[in-house]
T-cell receptor
Framework: DAGVIQSPRHEVTEMGQEVTLRCKPI?????LFWYRQTMMRGLELLIYFNNNVPIDDSGMPEDRFSAKMPNASFSTLKIQPSEPRDSAVYFC????????????FGPGTRLTVL | DQQVKQNSPSLSVQEGRISILNCDYTNSMFDYFLWYKKYPAEGPTFLIS?????DKNEDGRFTVFLNKSAKHLSLHIVPSQPGDSAVYFCAASKNYGQNFVFGPGTRLSVLP
């Protein structure tokens, strides 16, 4: 299995631009999670989906952030407009709802907003 | 306010010795805990878990201890190996849910 796939791996953009991060979960997993990692706040859960339905988006920092999961094999996290304080590593993870144990993380997207 | 705390940002241990990583939590509703390991430029990978009905769980060189009354858990690695050098995250959830709260991580360095 290829594991969780994220693209791009690195993104550098200017303040005010729209940024779209992409995630392909592991086939057969029905839960998907978006996390953000910063030095100040560590690893924070932004939003998660079960069976393509958003369950908890309380971690989404503000309306500039939105996430979609149009089907079981694809999800996007969009920031519009982006700001320098959005600079972080964004991780996508997937898991099986039936198992409480592990979430499988992708390699992350390092976002830099200038 | 951090609900999951890892008060040691870093830890250095000699190869072959025991590594003890600590984690404290404030929310008494947490009932499921995990440890993840993260290497640079990679996503975190699951290491070991424990539910609140247990006070110990063991997997090879890794053992997690849970002290519910103290709201404290620890990860023991025995013996430590250089390949264990990584950042270790403690995570907790309520109602065995999937909404995990992560600690800030502890960077472990195992010296040869």
């Amino acid at each position: 299995d290829a594991g969780v796939i994220q693209s791009p791996r690195h993104e550098v953009t200017e303040m005010g631009q729209e940024v779209t991060l992409r995630c392909k979960p592991i086939s057969g997993h029905n839960s998907l999670f978006w996390y953000r990692q910063t030095m100040m706040r560590g690893l924070e859960l932004l939003i998660y989906f079960n069976n393509n339905v958003p369950i908890d988006d309380s971690g989404m920092p503000e309306d500039r952030f939105s996430a979609k999961m149009p089907n079981a094999s694809f999800s996007t996290l969009k920031i519009q407009p982006s700001e320098p304080r959005d600079s972080a590593v964004y991780f996508c993870a997937s898991g099986k709802r039936e198992s409480e144990d592990e979430q499988f993380f992708g390699p992350g997207t390092r976002l830099t907003v200038l | 306010d951090q609900q999951v705390k890892q008060n040691s940002p870093s830890l250095s241990v000699q190869e072959g010795r025991i590594s003890i990583l600590n984690c404290d939590y404030t929310n008494s509703m947490f009932d499921y805990f995990l440890w993840y390991k993260k290497y640079p430029a990679e996503g975190p990978t699951f290491l070991i878990s424990i539910s609140s009905i247990k006070d110990k769980n063991e997997d090879g060189r890794f053992t997690v201890f849970l002290n519910k009354s103290a709201k404290h858990l620890s990860l023991h690695i025995v013996p430590s190996q250089p390949g264990d050098s990584a950042v270790y995250f403690c995570a907790a959830s309520k109602n065995y849910g999937q909404n995990f709260v992560f600690g800030p991580g502890t960077r472990l360095s195992v010296l040869p």
